[in-house]
């Protein structure tokens, strides 16, 4: 399912509240309830919401910073120092940092390179990196590292959502089959009572052995016994559908008994073609997308270890006037400065060598992985279209068959009316039916699980 339409599942959830029909809950109101309740879908979305603090707290490394700083010394009656220093640092998001600072430093014993007088000092301070550190930093690395944890997360929560989506429709699913089970089981303990009755209404006629009335309570019996059955699985897979909801009106409803599944649940999975669809489905797989992410930051921790191969460089230039105590404007000039390089070099390089070369391990083992998930993909995709085909091909002979088995039923049924045949070969045409019908209901529930799985597999919806 694509992000674009699980968002918009969920904003038909925040627009249009769940509303069980008071015959049928179906597949798409019930797929919409799961992402709207469902604590998985709910811990996806924190998923996300998790990647955004993220992303904000390392945005805030560009944060300005204001820096005060006091300092006074008093003893014996001398007035050493006062100090007070203020500033403004501004890290860009670029490679150049800048300082705004104010500074009023007094006192009989201060260090006469710290006088400012009574003014003050007003300087602009601005840091650049020449070498290592102008490409990119750490600071912008962890800005970029966050970026790409965002975009994983959402593509976690898509993979996350594809997967509660997978389940919760086979749950639903299973709740169908069991509900068609329970309607034959419920058809045929009927038509069994009907026949032990009048099997037994005609042996007190005289017109049947007393074998075929027990032969047809014991039949009636089994018939109930595969009815209750089928009831308990009812009751399982309705429990399972609302296992993630809290006790309410909609669980209750459901557990009543009184909300079906719609009917033609088959009907709404889509068919596939393999012509192109394999290679879209793919191609925009968040599975992928997720290593493409990963790859990606990976290759932006590469740049910076590789920058870090260069010589520290870094030249700072201040430019330099008095305060602004005495109500004049402050005016920078060229000819008011103070400046200073620092450099440093590590001789052998073993250190930041040694982790360039880790990190394009780490690069090539991360894109081996995501072409061996391209190649696990691509293989279970085409493993299903086989399985689709083979699997439908399996419900259809099984569908005709039960035709057929009904057919020799109910002249089974005509004779056995007439008095040419028993109850025992009625049940062994019944018993014949009931095999092939049991048989058409697990080949449906394949086809079913295919092709939702091939909706899981290739991200698109299938409501």
Avoid at 5 to 15: G, K, P
Avoid at 227 to 233: D, F, S, V
Avoid at 363 to 388: F, G, P
Avoid at 415 to 435: D, P, T, Y
């Amino acid at each position: 399912m694509s992000l674009r339409f699980t968002l918009f599942s969920i904003s038909l959830v925040l627009l249009f509240p769940l509303q069980i029909h008071s015959q049928e809950l179906t597949l798409q109101e019930y797929l919409l309830w799961v992402l709207k309740d469902h604590p998985m879908a709910q811990n996806a979305e924190l998923n996300v919401q998790r990647g955004d603090a993220q992303f904000l707290q390392a945005k805030g490394v560009f944060d300005p910073v204001i820096v005060s700083k006091w300092k006074e010394k008093f003893y014996q009656g001398k007035d050493y120092y006062n100090t007070a220093e203020n500033a403004v640092v501004y890290q860009s998001p670029f490679a150049l940092s800048m300082v705004g600072q104010l500074d009023l430093n007094n006192g009989d014993y201060l260090n006469p390179e710290a006088y400012t007088g009574k003014d003050g000092l007003m300087t602009l301070v601005f840091q650049l990196p020449i070498l290592q550190g102008l490409v990119i930093d750490e600071k912008r690395l962890a800005v970029r590292r966050a970026e790409q944890i965002q975009a994983m997360a959402i593509l976690e929560k898509q993979m996350a959502l594809n997967e509660l989506l997978f389940q919760s429709t086979m749950l639903y699913v299973d709740w169908a089959i069991a509900e068609k089970r329970k309607v034959i089981a419920q058809d045929l303990a009927n038509t069994a009572k009907d026949r032990y009755q009048a099997t037994k209404q005609r042996f007190l006629g005289g017109d049947r052995p007393a074998m075929d009335t027990l032969e047809a309570r014991a039949q009636w019996q089994s018939r109930e016994i595969f009815l209750q059955e089928a009831a308990l699985q009812v009751v399982k897979s309705r429990l399972a559908l609302v296992a993630f909801v809290e006790e309410r009106n909609e669980r209750k409803n459901i557990l009543s008994l009184s909300i079906l599944p719609q009917g033609n649940t088959l009907d709404i999975l889509p068919l596939y073609k393999p012509s192109g669809m394999l290679e879209f489905g793919l191609a925009n797989h968040p599975e992928l997308s997720w290593y493409s992410s990963k790859i990606t930051l990976l290759n932006w921790e590469e740049k910076w270890k590789r920058e870090k191969l260069k010589p520290k460089l870094n030249v700072q230039y201040n430019l330099l006037s008095k305060g602004i105590s005495d109500g004049s404007d402050v005016s920078f000039s060229t000819q008011n400065y103070r400046w200073g390089l620092e450099m440093a070099f590590p001789i052998f390089l073993r250190d930041a060598r040694g982790d360039l070369q880790l990190q394009k391990l780490k690069i090539k083992e991360a894109e081996n992985d995501q072409e061996w998930k391209r190649s696990q993909l691509r293989q279970k995709a085409m493993s299903l279209e086989q399985q689709e085909t083979i699997v439908r091909d399996q419900f259809v002979l099984y569908s005709q068959n039960v035709n057929l088995y009904q057919r020799l039923l109910e002249a089974e049924q005509i004779k056995f009316q007439a008095g040419e045949s028993a109850v025992f070969m009625v049940n062994q045409r019944e018993n014949a039916w009931l095999e092939n019908q049991l048989k058409a209901l697990e080949y449906e529930r394949k086809w079913m699980e295919t092709r939702i799985q091939m909706s899981q597999l290739l991200f698109m919806p299938y409501f």
